[in-house]
């Protein structure tokens, strides 16, 4: 018990959360592979946060001007074995603990041998370095039927291109490979023995056909492999089957637990803030973004900007994706040396003409135009154009990226009421938040609770665990609600955007 006692983290006693003594049961374990950390977080019945158990492991992605976008997978697989000896290796949570579950960032690779060691490093969603492949695809495929048939279109962070740009640049790799994982299949596989694919990472990576549920027999003989090479899909509410109980004997609280297949962390940022209906959108902001809306049906068409995820048989998650939020933040800090507290009070600054117009694409653009080798444009800097001018036209830019997946949204789910807004760039920024208001023209309501994403991991399996079981809701922070004056600039600032991304992206 000794060598588990840390000291708590500054978010340990907020007001959502409850003791250990006080919890109710089932508790559920969840585990979160993001872009900068790996991070677990046990939660009970009612969705609510267990104080003092939880932990993180930072950790980040391995790039190149080249478009690489890499990780270490047995890193990965060290640091969750390390977060469940640290969190659940304790007597007090024997029995407790109903299920076990495990998110990352999507369209993640590793190829695997017959042992099941990595072969490849874990490919990421941002690695852009198959951007020929995805020339090439997009010549021989009708990219608006691969999207309504698989609810996505074709791109750099899926696995179609990725799989063709390995079998053409690295044959002995792909060849070595007798089987292809994300990376949550891997740490599973390590660690359990055996691994599936949740249907919420089947879907993102592009190979899922949307309407049957099962990998794509056309996308599969596009991108060069075999149903075989690929891992069983299962719902959210099936748990794995023969996990090796030798292996999970290790945690002692985790003696009864169920251990679930891993799910795209953006489906549980989404549940975890509240967006679980159709009347809400989500929208994230950490490295990378999303505005999302979980629908309980199949849209017969899919608007050409976005994807639509299969989450199970009655539910999909609509949205678009952006590849540079906080990662643009992050590239201001450091290029103009502008800390958080300067640039939050950037954002907060009146409204200015003199503003540059900035696309913020630097790492290639998702949502709407699919353009994975676009790169930033700042527009309209003079002399007079200093490094606080820029961030502001960065930070405006990434408004209006939201706005143009926000403006499709509406055309596939009319019933819209409000946007939850969450994500660690909110809480260093809150500021932006008004633009982002002013900028949509809709009031955006801040929902600042840690480990979202983790929660909404919590609260899908406790679908199954505990249904029956009321959940708990945290109070959001605030409302940011467009302010009149403000509008009218900002559809200036739009107008110049689309023409912006019109002369240099739209063909990229």
Request: aromatic residues 6%; proline residues 5%; hydrophobic residues 40%.
């Amino acid at each position: 018990m000794g060598k588990h006692k840390k000291t708590p983290r500054p978010d340990d006693h907020a007001g959502f959360a409850v003791d250990l003594e006080d919890a109710r049961d089932p508790l559920v374990m969840t585990l979160d592979i993001g872009s900068t950390a790996t991070r677990g977080s046990l939660y009970d019945a009612t969705g609510t946060p267990v104080r003092h158990y939880r932990d993180k492991v930072e950790h980040s992605f391995t790039t190149a001007g080249d478009g690489t976008s890499v990780m270490d997978p047995d890193r990965v697989v060290e640091e969750i074995a390390q977060i469940l000896d640290r969190v659940c290796d304790r007597a007090e949570l024997a029995g407790r603990v109903g299920g076990v579950g495990l998110d990352s960032f999507a369209s993640s690779l590793v190829g695997v041998d017959a042992q099941g060691n990595a072969v490849t490093e874990c490919f990421t969603y941002a690695d852009s370095r198959c951007a020929p492949q995805l020339a090439e695809l997009r010549e021989e495929l009708d990219e608006l039927e691969v999207q309504q048939k698989m609810g996505a279109r074709l791109h750099t962070s899926y696995l179609a291109p990725r799989f063709r740009w390995l079998r053409e640049t690295r044959p002995e790799d792909f060849e070595a490979a007798e089987r292809w994982l994300s990376i949550g299949e891997y740490v599973w596989l390590r660690l359990l023995g055996t691994t599936a694919a949740g249907t919420a990472t089947a879907a993102w990576t592009g190979l899922l056909n949307r309407r049957s549920g099962n990998w794509d027999p056309r996308m599969l003989r596009i991108a060069g492999i075999t149903e075989e090479k690929l891992s069983p899909i299962l719902e959210p509410h099936e748990s794995l089957p023969d996990v090796d109980p030798e292996r999970t004997a290790r945690w002692q609280g985790l003696s009864e637990a169920r251990w679930f297949a891993p799910v795209a962390d953006g489906l549980c940022a989404n549940i975890g803030v509240g967006g679980t209906d159709e009347r809400t959108i989500v929208a994230s902001a950490a490295t990378s973004g999303a505005m999302r809306v979980l629908l309980h049906h199949r849209p017969q068409d899919i608007p050409p900007g976005l994807w639509c995820y299969r989450i199970d048989s009655s539910r999909c998650l609509l949205g678009g994706a952006l590849n540079d939020v906080g990662r643009a933040v992050s590239w201001l800090q450091g290029t103009f040396a502008l800390d958080t507290e300067v640039l939050n009070g950037i954002a907060a600054a009146p409204v200015s003409s003199e503003t540059p117009g900035v696309l913020p694409f630097l790492t290639g653009e998702r949502s709407t135009g699919w353009a994975g080798s676009a790169r930033a444009v700042f527009s309209d800097v003079s002399a007079a154009t200093d490094c606080r001018a820029m961030a502001r036209g960065m930070l405006e830019g990434i408004a209006g990226s939201y706005r143009r997946v926000a403006d499709e949204l509406e055309q596939a789910a009319p019933h819209v009421e409000r946007v939850i807004a969450a994500g660690r760039v909110t809480q260093e920024l809150p500021s932006w938040l008004q633009i982002l208001g002013d900028y949509l023209e809709t009031p955006v309501i801040h929902q600042t609770m840690k480990r979202s994403t983790c929660r909404g991991n919590a609260l899908l399996m406790l679908e199954s665990l505990a249904p029956d079981v009321e959940r708990a809701d945290p109070e959001p922070a605030g409302t940011y609600s467009p302010r009149e004056a403000a509008q009218e600039h900002y559809r200036g600032v739009h107008r110049r955007f689309e023409h912006l991304y019109g002369a240099t992206v739209a063909e990229a």
